[in-house]
T-cell receptor, first 111, second 115 residues
Framework: DQQVKQNSPSLSVQEGRISILNCDYT??????FLWYKKYPAEGPTFLIS?????DKNEDGRFTVFLNKSAKHLSLHIVPSQPGDSAVYFC??????????FGQGTRLTINP | ETGVTQSPTHLIKTRGQQVTLRCSSQ?????VSWYQQALGQGPQFIFQ???????GRGNFPPRFSGLQFPNYSSELNVNALELDDSALYLC??????????????FGPGTRLTVT
């Protein structure tokens, strides 16, 4: 039973445009949401987070939106840069700080 | 500030053997979590240690066990290795009891291959 789904395995975006990565979840008990970026041969790097009591959080080029009624989370990157090419994971927190990850979306930024 | 480190980087073991993976948490962090990442999948939670005690466990059999030491470093032990245990094992540290305690910081991982 997949509690967290990233339905797009890959996404290709032109440099300078907006990248939008999506994540859907089924368990309404999740109370904190995070996005991680992963380069090959490295561990996931924390990007940005949002609490379930908010619907938006911004940090520079990165904005996370949370739609609790739709159980949907999205990450917007604008403008997209070549260094943003990586695999992006959404991760949801439940209970004792257990992170439940989606399957990941590979983002490629084209020059 | 020292980040999360893991050793070894790569490891090859034979089915039925035992393995120990090691993790040093980020400076100032008191909680360590372990994850297994199979190829093409997101990381899956194995267990978490806080104050040297197991503090939550995922859907992994008892042959997966761990330890946390007084300096907050940690070990993951896997007994009776199976072919399906081949994966990237990730350690993450965090600081329980602070406002940002949900944010976990990952090491580079140990790639385990079981033949």
């Amino acid at each position: 039973d997949q509690q967290v789904k990233q339905n797009s395995p890959s996404l290709s975006v032109q440099e300078g445009r907006i990248s939008i990565l999506n994540c859907d979840y089924t368990n309404s008990m999740f109370d904190y949401f995070l996005w991680y970026k992963k380069y090959p041969a490295e561990g996931p790097t924390f990007l940005i987070s949002i609490s379930s009591i908010k619907d938006k959080n911004e940090d520079g080029r990165f904005t996370v939106f949370l739609n609790k009624s739709a159980k949907h989370l999205s990450l917007h990157i604008v403008p997209s840069q070549p260094g943003d090419s990586a695999v992006y994971f959404c991760a949801l927190v439940i209970g004792a700080q257990k992170l439940v990850f989606g399957q990941g979306t590979r983002l490629t930024i084209n020059p | 500030e020292t980040g999360v480190t893991q050793s070894p980087t790569h490891l090859i073991k034979t089915r039925g053997q035992q393995v120990t993976l090691r993790c040093s948490s980020q400076s100032g962090h008191n909680t360590v979590s372990w994850y297994q990442q199979a190829l093409g999948q997101g990381p899956q939670f194995i267990f978490q240690y806080y104050r040297e005690e197991e503090n939550g466990r995922g859907n992994f059999p008892p042959r997966f066990s761990g330890l946390q030491f007084p300096n907050y470093s940690s070990e993951l032990n896997v007994n009776a290795l199976e072919l399906d245990d081949s994966a990237l094992y990730l350690c993450a540290s965090s600081n329980s009891g602070t406002g940002d305690s949900y944010e976990q910081y990952f090491g580079p991982g140990t790639r385990l291959t079981v033949t």
